[in-house]
T-cell receptor, first 112, second 113 residues
Framework: NAGVTQTPKFQVLKTGQSMTLQCAQDMNHNSMYWYRQDPGMGLRLIYYSASEGTTDKGEVPNGYNVSRLNKREFSLRLESAAPSQTSVYFC???????????FGPGTRLTVL | QKEVEQNSGPLSVPEGAIASLNCTYSDRVSQSFFWYRQYSGKSPELIMSIYSNGDKEDGRFTAQLNKASQYVSLLIRDSQPSDSATYLCAVKGRGSTLGRLYFGRGTQLTVWP
């Protein structure tokens, strides 16, 4: 099992450009999450999806959109990137007997 | 607002010592507690979970939970330089079927040889 995978690993954008971060999991988990992590701020939840077809806002959803494409895939889209969105983005999924959460390797995004 | 607080650190211990990492949480009905280890430049990795009051041991790691005091801790015995990382405490509230976790900001641990 690959667990949670994310693409790309690194990305540099100019202000105003758009992009989609991809996430997939092969653990048959129902719930998936997008976080951002900034120095001194810890992990902050952007959006989450309890199951295929549902999405909900987290703590910091402004400037982002998500799509739960199917049970495996959950994408995060930046429609018009801003320097404040420079961060490391982690995708995670939750499931299993103890409802534990597992993270992908992350995407380092820089917006110039 | 669910809050999770960790001792701010950084924490520095010599090799072979016991490292003690602490976490308090505000939501009294929380039922599930997790410790993640995050190496610099890497993603968080789940190392311990605990659901009942008391101690849970896994190798050199011991998680301790006291729900009355709303306190959870992680002890690392015989600390090794490879334990140097940031440790994140995470809490899931009862009734949350979404698996949503609330994270502390982490404690940076350095183990020096």
């Amino acid at each position: 099992n690959a667990g949670v995978t994310q693409t790309p690993k690194f990305q540099v954008l100019k202000t105003g450009q758009s992009m989609t971060l991809q996430c997939a999991q092969d653990m048959n988990h129902n719930s998936m999450y997008w976080y951002r992590q900034d120095p001194g701020m810890g992990l902050r939840l952007i959006y989450y999806s309890a199951s295929e077809g549902t999405t909900d806002k987290g703590e910091v959803p402004n400037g982002y959109n998500v799509s739960r494409l199917n049970k495996r895939e959950f994408s995060l889209r930046l429609e018009s990137a801003a320097p404040s969105q420079t961060s490391v983005y982690f995708c995670a999924s939750t499931g299993g007997r103890f409802n534990e959460q597992f993270f992908g390797p992350g995407t380092r995004l820089t917006v110039l | 607002q669910k809050e999770v607080e960790q001792n701010s650190g950084p924490l520095s211990v010599p090799e072979g010592a016991i490292a003690s990492l602490n976490c308090t949480y505000s939501d009294r009905v929380s039922q599930s507690f997790f410790w993640y280890r995050q190496y610099s430049g890497k993603s968080p990795e789940l190392i311990m979970s605990i659901y009942s009051n008391g101690d849970k041991e896994d190798g050199r790691f011991t998680a301790q939970l006291n729900k009355a005091s709303q306190y959870v801790s992680l002890l690392i015995r015989d600390s090794q330089p490879s334990d140097s990382a940031t440790y994140l405490c995470a809490v899931k509230g009862r009734g949350s079927t979404l698996g949503r976790l609330y994270f502390g900001r982490g404690t940076q641990l350095t183990v020096w040889p």
